[in-house]
């Protein structure tokens, strides 16, 4: 199984709540990026659970995105659950606290929506704000993002920018590129729009791999099922418009049902992969 991993180095810590101006001041929405994030040793433990046989995965396969997910934190191998718990621990929390100042945080165990993201060739994430409150824990607010990039040697020439997009959806201000041990933390609203619009192009045999993990604040009271909001970019044709708005009536009602009924993303995901 391999060594247990270092856990998140205590100046890095101290380094997210020294940047808090940084992340405030973020443009189009408050962010902040930082490299070599992890111990070596973590960000491998990571990389090495994609390696790992296929059940379990959820495919994300519709009109606005093409990827794949591992939400099964139980089920993943001792050296990987480990970074994650780590990134869910007290301290660390605290420390993102620090950083974004909306008072206590709270990791989602579920991981929903989040986990181990892979995107093969050909893949991409059209453009979007993220559910604003969890799905099934109903008075739980989305309060932050953080996305941890895994691709050792990534070459601009492959893609899968993360790209930052303005309120009004007409031009990407930021385009970071998904190099390893790269983590990218950003504040969740109803604003953030971020996708991978211009999709991976990496060789075969290659993928862009990450980690998302979402951070939320407990509200004390029922928040209104807000789910991801897919829009569509000003090159975009209108049959691509119309496919966009059609395929987000059809998340918000698998939210609905997530919410409201015992169906889950492996149920959602054993009937994607047929088409």
Known sequence: MGATPEPVAPSKLLELERRRAEFAAGQPFPHVVLDDFLPESAADALLTQFG????????????????????????????????????????????????IGVGPLIADPELDGGGLHETEPGG???????????????????????????????????????????????????RILPIFNRCVIFRTSDYSFHGVPAGVHCPPGRSRKSLALYYCRDECHPC???????????????????????????????????RYTPLGDRVVSAILRRF
């Open 224 to 258: 209104a099922l807000q789910p991801t909001r897919y829009v569509p970019l000003p090159h975009d044709p209108p049959l691509r418009r119309a496919l966009i708005r059609l395929d987000r009536w059809a998340l918000y009602g698998y939210s609905v049902l997530k």
């Open 124 to 174: 991409f994430l059209n453009v979007h704000t993220d559910f604003l409150s969890h799905t099934t824990r109903s008075s739980w607010s989305r309060q932050l993002n953080l996305l941890l990039f895994l691709n050792r040697d990534w070459q601009e020439a492959y893609g899968g920018w993360l790209e930052f997009w303005d309120r009004q959806q007409t031009a990407a201000v930021q």
């Open 52 to 99: 790992q046989p296929a059940d379990g995965w959820t495919y994300y396969h519709h009109v606005n995105e093409r990827k794949r997910g591992y939400a099964r934190l139980k089920d993943m191998q001792a050296p990987a659950r480990s970074v994650i718990e780590s990134l869910m621990s007290a301290d660390f929390l605290h420390a993102l606290d620090g950083l």
